[in-house]
């Protein structure tokens, strides 16, 4: 199930006193430049900075295996058919044809970055970002998991109905295989109700410590049986209520670790997958919006330094308003509303008609157009400093998200959208979008990315001007955000939501790897004589 495909060697080659290669290493001096803005009685005194920072990324790219929470749902029944399919060239007929498989909606596998231009004609080289730094390729990667559910992968991608039968009918055989997801941990008061029916594959008992055990050799067999260098843990079911933050119970790492073994009721099963995979030195990422990441977790990864990143996959209408609303308020235009109304029938959708669950997903889909508006408080009043209620917040265009769950229409979801803006001297602008789509088909590639850009991420050190050392990055991967609706970054720094600039970031740091300066569009050749 596995054969090994053939991958391109690595073809770009940095040359500079800046960048060294070595069989076992690339490293590269990098310069980040900034600013520091003094303000005093409103005036800005903007001094610029220079840090020096090298880079150091392992060459080798260690056998990979994601391990999902949820494996029997759509999105991790779609990705391991997706991964089969591709592993094995399987095509299926369509009505419209042949279809072949692809990484189509990875960024990773099917977007470029632009690296220099040719001397000779001018012209912008664009390569594959895969082939900035060495990554596991999807087809590579080795899967498992858990679900709440026991149907077999084969029969769950048939539940799940995302694919075409004839692309079923073929990969069905490579499901079998996989056999029976291993059974999970339910605490029935973080998922909907209406999810009770499928649990039949549980691990017994109630004892919060025994489940974090189970959970953490589960992870080690998986490692070991399978000859993995590193193990993504990935969640990618049902979305939970929120867990309420308790002094004393999950605000530290001493804290979380004791209410497990006390079983507290507020501890939630992604938080005992998080604490477990963080325990087992392996990183974690968060595919759906619950506060997994409790204050006590995110110490604990700290202390353990072991990796954690997330939440909630921004996939389809998340991310097109990550882009619209900046390029309008960017444009100067002030939007006044933005009504977001999406309907869906797959089983992600049943469990988000329970209350509970859907406000998680509504507090994750909400939160992405916060910063854009905080960074233009020309169209939109500042906070008052001192005042209560919304003045105390600053300005803000009205945000609503509606969620309906609709059977019938399955996997394929509709959301429609409304931008509602205020434009010159007193007008108004009104933009619809319509968005219709496979749900699953957008999420899975960006499972694939996160999965592959978080091993990438732990195999690249850093270290500052007068370190000896090369140190591991911080364990909350920011640089994750571009993949995700409600981006965890390091407590006390900004949250970026727009993708032009998550991506900007991504790229940037991964050219940082290999000595080379972020995306200038400055052209300067083309401006000057
Ligand atoms: P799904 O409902 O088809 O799959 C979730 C799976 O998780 C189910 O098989 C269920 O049995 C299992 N499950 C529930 N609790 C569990 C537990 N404690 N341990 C192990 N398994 C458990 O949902 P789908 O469509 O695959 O989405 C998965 C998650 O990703 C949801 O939380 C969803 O909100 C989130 N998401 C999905 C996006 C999409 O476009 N499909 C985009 C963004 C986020
Ligand atoms: C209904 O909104 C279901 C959700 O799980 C979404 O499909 C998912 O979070 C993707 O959201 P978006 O806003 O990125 O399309």
Redesign the pocket.
Same mark, same amino acid.
């Given at each position: 199930i596995h054969p090994t495909a053939v991958r391109r060697p690595d073809y770009i080659t940095v040359q500079s006193e800046n960048t060294a290669y070595t069989d076992n290493h690339i490293t590269a001096k990098y310069l980040d430049r900034g600013a520091d803005v003094l303000i005093s009685d409103g005036q800005f005194t903007v001094k610029p900075t220079v840090k020096t920072y090298e880079f150091q990324t392992t060459r080798k790219v260690g056998k990979t295996g994601i391990m999902m929470i949820g494996m029997g749902g759509n999105n991790g029944s779609t990705l391991c058919a997706t991964i089969v399919a591709n592993r094995h060239q399987i095509s299926w007929h369509t009505k419209d044809g042949i279809q072949q498989p692809n990484y189509i909606g990875s960024v990773l596998r099917a977007s470029t970055v632009r690296i220099g231009t040719e001397p000779s004609t001018g012209k912008e080289v664009h390569v594959p970002i895969s082939d900035v730094l060495p990554m596991v390729h999807p087809n590579d990667l080795v899967f498992g998991g858990w679900d709440i559910s026991g149907l077999p992968m084969d029969k769950a991608m048939e539940r799940a109905k995302v694919l075409e039968y004839d692309l079923q009918r073929q990969v069905k055989p490579h499901m079998a295989l996989i056999g029976r997801p291993l059974p999970s941990i339910y605490y029935p008061d973080f998922i909907a109700a209406n999810q009770e029916a499928r649990a039949d594959n549980i691990i017994p008992g109630t004892d919060k410590q025994a489940h974090l055990e189970h959970i953490r050799a589960d992870i080690r067999r998986f490692k070991a049986e399978n000859q993995l260098d590193r193990v993504v843990v990935f969640w990618t079911a049902n979305?939970e209520r929120y867990s309420e933050i308790i002094p004393g119970v999950n605000d530290t790492a001493d804290n979380i670790l004791a209410a497990i073994k006390n079983s507290h009721s507020e501890v939630s099963p992604s938080t005992i997958f998080a604490v477990a995979s963080i325990l087992e030195g392996e990183p974690f990422v968060n595919g759906a919006?619950q506060n997994t990441f409790v204050p006590g977790v995110i110490a604990l990864a700290e202390r353990e330094k072991s990796f954690i990143g997330g939440d !909630?996959?921004?996939?389809?209408?998340?991310?097109l308003?990550s882009v619209l609303a900046e390029f309008l308020v960017n444009a100067g235009i002030k939007p006044l509303s933005i009504a977001s109304y999406?309907h869906?029938g797959n089983n992600?959708?049943h469990n988000?008609s329970a209350e509970p669950q859907f406000k998680s997903?509504e507090i994750s889909?909400s939160s992405v157009v916060d910063d854009m508006v905080d960074a233009n408080r020309l169209l939109y009043k500042p906070p008052v400093p001192g005042a209560k209620g919304k003045a105390a917040k600053g300005e803000h265009p009205d945000h609503i998200v509606v969620?309906k769950y609709v059977p019938a229409v399955g996997d394929s979801?509709r959301?429609i959208d409304e931008y509602y803006s205020e434009i010159f001297c007193g007008g108004r602008q009104t933009i619809n979008i319509f968005n219709e789509c496979e !749900?699953s088909l957008?999420?899975t590639p960006l499972i694939l990315d996160l999965t592959i850009l978080t091993e990438l991420l732990t195999r690249i050190k850093y270290r500052g001007e007068g370190q000896t050392d090369f140190a591991p990055l911080y364990p909350v991967l920011s640089l994750l955000s571009y993949m995700c609706?409600a981006p965890l970054v390091k407590p006390g720094t900004d949250v970026v939501n727009s993708l032009g600039r998550q991506r900007n970031a991504l790229d940037s740091f991964l050219k940082a790897c290999i000595g080379l300066e972020g995306n200038s569009d400055l052209l300067l050749e083309t401006r000057i004589c």
């Open positions: 979305t919006p !909630d996959l921004k996939s389809g209408q998340t991310k308003k999406n869906l992600d959708g988000l997903k889909k969620i979801k959301a !749900d957008l999420a609706k």
